[in-house]
Structure formats: structure tokens, C-alpha cells
């Protein structure tokens, strides 16, 4: 971890990369809307409280320069892209696709995606204020 990273930023950080990645997804939904037989698809979402648990664990520390540089827990995914089993109907050609259900998780999905923006921006102001540099 770096001097300004902490557990928290890397958390909103995830958070960021699985809304700009499950944006993509809904994407592909919304693009294969007619596509017969096409299934729906999504992202698994992150387990917090995992993240946390694995990053409180003892780590190694570098106290050589020659030694492997450790990294953080959080940098592995947490989410991969799976069928969705919750869908609203499933059209007689196999679709199970619906334009309304996609753009409500798209909404939903951009919506966290700002949450965690404004977060990490909050953070950084902290960082800022704390070292006594200027504060947007």
C-alpha cells in the first residue's frame, strides 16, 4: 500500500472498476436485446466484507530491496461475469433480455458509480486538508 492509499480507497476503487465493467455487461444485454436465445448477463458483485477480512490478515513485509515487492489484497477481481437467473420474462425465441430491466440496472449501476467517485473525491480532499495543500 502506497503512502496515500489506504483500505478505503482501494475499496472505492474496486467499487469504480465493477460499475465501469458491469456497464459494459448491460451493454452487451441491451445490444443482443433481439438476438434469439441470447441470455442475459452480469457481473457478481464484490464482497465487501470479504475484502476486508483477507486485507486485516498478517502480510509480509519488504525489509530488503532485493526481496519480492508485496502487494495488496484487493487487487484481485472479486466479480466475474455470470447468466442472470432473476429475470423479468423470457420471450418465445429464448430471449430472456428486457430494455426496461437492462436500463434500470444501468441506472442502478451508474448511480454507485458516482457514489464511489464523490467518496474517493471526499477522501482526497481529507488527504489534501490533513498535508495542508490547497482544497478544491
Request: hydrophobic residues 35%.
Amino acid at each position: 500500500m502506497g503512502f496515500l492509499e489506504s483500505v478505503l480507497t482501494e475499496m472505492i476503487d474496486q467499487k469504480m472498476r465493477y460499475s465501469s465493467q458491469r456497464v459494459s455487461v448491460l451493454a452487451q444485454n441491451i445490444a443482443n436485446v433481439d438476438t434469439p436465445g441470447f441470455k442475459a448477463k452480469d457481473l457478481q458483485a464484490p464482497d465487501f466484507n470479504q475484502m476486508l477480512e483477507e486485507n486485516q490478515r498478517l502480510r509480509m513485509s519488504r525489509t530488503n530491496a532485493a526481496h519480492l515487492a508485496t502487494t495488496s489484497n484487493l487487487t484481485a477481481p472479486y466479480y466475474a461475469v455470470k447468466p442472470r437467473q432473476d429475470t423479468y420474462e423470457t420471450k418465445p425465441n429464448g430471449n430472456n433480455v428486457t430494455l426496461e430491466e437492462e436500463m434500470m440496472h444501468l441506472s442502478t449501476t451508474s448511480f454507485d458509480h458516482q457514489l464511489a467517485l464523490n467518496l474517493h473525491e471526499s477522501v482526497d480532499k481529507r488527504y489534501k486538508m490533513v498535508l495542508g495543500l490547497p482544497v478544491n
